[in-house]
């Protein structure tokens, strides 16, 4: 079972380029969103969606762009990268409505901007 | 702001102590989560709670949801070296009209229990 999966799992990169964070799931879910974890902060939400073609901000989501084309993947892209975005970043999915369903979370993406 | 404080930060106990971890908030929850996490690895649900006061128990692991359902606690009875790892609890925001599709998570409590 793939689950939730996260690529890559670790990068480097220089302030000021940009990338994307890629993230699929194969269980048919509607709902999917990103995270990212920093030391003493917990897990803050980025974005999230709840379907295809719909998403939304989270608690902190400038300085990142999202998408939802298909149901399968929810890129998260970073348009000009920050050392304030050094961060690990963990996507997530859940069947139809996150009240009281179970999440999976994919194994993390650990993203360094020197 | 962090919407769910969670105390205590950090904790470190010896094998067969009891612990209690409390997740707090201002805020009205539709459902209360509580997530294990190990390192490299993403959170994994533990539990969820849903109706004010509820109580569910998972093996040793306790968890409650507060009456007003703006806080919970995770109790551990005789930890275990195998407990050591983040708990963190979620919740989705109760709002007018319903819950919210907002996983928000609280700040962690990382437990280490020593042999």
């Known amino acids: 079972n793939a689950g939730v999966t996260q690529t890559p799992k670790f990068q480097v990169l220089k302030t000021g380029q940009s990338m994307t964070l890629q993230c699929a799931q194969d269980?048919?879910?509607?709902?999917m969103s990103w995270y990212r974890q920093d030391p003493g902060m917990g897990l803050r939400l980025i974005h999230y969606?709840?379907?295809?073609?719909?998403?939304d901000q989270g608690e902190v989501p400038n300085g990142y762009n999202v998408s939802r084309s298909t149901t399968e993947d929810f890129p998260l892209r970073l348009l000009s990268a920050a050392p304030s975005q050094t961060s690990v970043y963990f996507c997530a999915s859940s069947s139809t409505g996150i009240s009281g369903n179970t999440i999976y979370f994919g194994e993390g993406s650990w993203l360094t901007v020197v | 702001t962090q919407l769910l404080e969670q105390s205590p930060q950090f904790l470190s106990i010896q094998e067969g102590e009891n612990l209690t971890v409390y997740c707090n908030s201002s805020?009205?929850?539709?459902?209360l989560q509580w997530y294990r996490q190990e390192p490299g690895e993403g959170p994994v649900l533990l539990v969820t709670?849903?109706?004010?006061?509820e109580v569910k128990k998972l093996k040793r692991l306790t968890f409650q949801f507060g009456d007003a359902r703006k806080d919970s606690s995770l109790h551990i009875t005789a930890a275990q070296p195998g407990d050591t790892g983040l708990y963190l609890c979620?919740?989705?925001?109760?709002?007018?009209?319903?819950?919210?599709?907002?996983?928000?998570f609280g700040t962690g409590t990382l437990l280490a229990v020593q042999p």
């Open positions: 269980m048919n879910h509607e709902y």
């Open positions: 805020s009205v929850f539709s459902s």
């Open positions: 979620a919740g989705t925001i109760l709002r007018d009209g319903g819950a919210t599709n907002k996983l928000i």
């Open positions: 969606s709840v379907g295809a073609g719909i998403t």
């Open positions: 709670v849903v109706t004010g006061g």
